[in-house]
């Protein structure tokens, strides 16, 4: 990893988390966090989805006030849906879990995509929904900042709009998208952005570019808080972490899965390391793991492993 020279502010630390499973029992919950606390993880992950392919889904917001009050680990929200919910309420839950959980909130917020009934059925029109976002994001920072907002629109009217208190500690908001709207969007309205399956190289071309939007849109000095959600197969060899990977990936978004295979890892958790290494390099700065699997304490000491082979470099 290399320091920066050039003026800007600098980079945080490196995080690693691990997304929890989608079918996890709540009864669960509170020994599945309290483990990942013990293992030195730096936060939980959850996701967000409203009505995904089946119906499947859950609220990202919800499970975040649920993982908060339950545990003491931060919580990454990776990625919430902005586009389909009005910005006003949005702000009114961040200002609400930021004053029970001051700066133990990351949001990373996306369009979707995978799903355009899902959008659909939200009254959202899937063309639509890049514009919509770009309306949202920059109405939930000026509510953020704890000012009224006045803002006409094509998606939203809002007249001195005031959301307080603000949060103590600001709340990052993290672009998801691989877009050139997307990276566009991250540089003037986020404080990072979220890539997946993408390679290293691009990775880095990603940050580079994002850097120089901002200082276009002057915005040089952002502590930018970019991160990498990968799924991984942490198994007893690469041949069993594959097997695991391949069923969650497979079911999870009804495609082969090696449509995505060349940027989902499997292995050891030496393997990963080395191949989540040159992302960190990159730029990246959290983490998430998404590792499915049955045996949750064994994926558990594996991503802490990673976790330490990557700090340790």
């Known amino acids: 990893m290399t320091d920066r020279t050039d003026g800007r502010a600098a980079a945080p630390p490196l995080r690693v988390g691990l997304m929890r499973q989608p ?3 709540a ?3 509170a020994r599945d966090l309290a483990a990942l606390a013990s293992a030195g993880l730096d936060h939980v992950v959850t996701a967000d ?6 119906g499947a889904g859950r609220d990202g917001l919800i499970d975040a006030a ?10 990454y929200v990776g990625l919430y849906l902005l586009a389909l919910r009005h910005p006003v309420l949005v702000a009114r839950q961040l200002s609400t879990l930021a004053e029970g959980a001051p ?3 990351v949001l990373g917020v ?9 959008v659909e059925v939200c009254g959202v029109d899937p063309r639509t929904r890049g514009r919509r976002m770009d309306e949202c994001l920059s109405v939930l920072r000026a509510l953020l900042a704890g000012g009224p907002v006045t803002h006409q629109g094509r998606f939203f009217d809002l007249d001195q709009a005031l959301v307080l208190p603000a949060p ?7 672009v998801g998208g691989r877009s050139d709207a997307a990276l566009v969007r991250a540089a ?3 404080d990072g952005w979220l890539g997946i399956w993408v390679s290293a190289r691009r990775y880095a071309e990603v940050v580079s570019r994002i850097a120089d939007l901002a200082d276009e849109a002057g915005r040089p000095d952002v502590a930018w808080r970019h991160g990498l959600n990968v799924w991984c197969g942490l198994g007893a060899d690469r041949a069993d972490g594959r097997k695991h990977l391949a069923a969650g990936m497979s079911a999870m978004y009804g495609l082969p899965f090696e449509a995505f295979e060349r940027w989902s890892p499997s292995g050891s958790a030496e393997e990963v390391a080395d191949f989540l290494a040159p992302y960190v390099d990159a730029g990246a700065r959290d983490l998430n793991l998404i590792c499915p699997g049955p045996d949750r304490a064994a994926i558990l000491t594996r991503v802490a492993e990673v976790r330490r082979l990557l700090l340790d470099r």
């Open 188 to 190: 003037r309205l986020g």
């Open 23 to 25: 079918d996890e029992p």
């Open 168 to 174: 103590s500690a600001p709340v990052p908001l993290v």
């Open 66 to 75: 649920s993982l908060l009050a339950t545990g003491d680990l931060p919580v």
């Open 110 to 118: 996306g369009v979707g995509g995978e799903d355009r009934h899902e």
């Open 27 to 29: 009864g669960c919950r």
């Open 49 to 54: 989805h409203v009505s995904f392919r089946v």
């Open 103 to 105: 700066d133990r909130l």
